[in-house]
């Protein structure tokens, strides 16, 4: 993944006082290769691309910048329903 500033949907709380300063995110692309794996919500804060399943990682929590918006519950479910399917549980 390239090195540089991208949204990203948090799937984790911000960590307790004795856990790892990780969240856990899901990663936001604009180079859509057409996988089964991108997921696509049209939100106003973000630019044309998709989520994409395949970028699930831990991230510093100092590196997060700024918070650009919120999903809707039923947007939220779906993500939940494709990483369950991505993540075989």
Do not use: Y
């Amino acid at each position: 993944m390239a090195a540089k500033v991208r949204p990203c949907l948090l799937l984790t709380d911000w960590p307790a006082d004795n856990e790892l300063a990780l969240i856990t995110v899901l990663a936001h692309t604009t180079t859509l290769r057409g996988s089964s794996w991108e997921h696509q919500v049209p939100k106003p804060f973000l630019r044309e691309g998709a989520f994409h399943l395949q970028q699930i990682q831990s991230v510093p929590a100092v590196k997060l910048e700024r918070k650009l918006g919120e999903l809707t519950v039923a947007e939220l479910a779906v993500i939940d329903q494709l990483l369950k399917k991505r993540l075989k549980v």
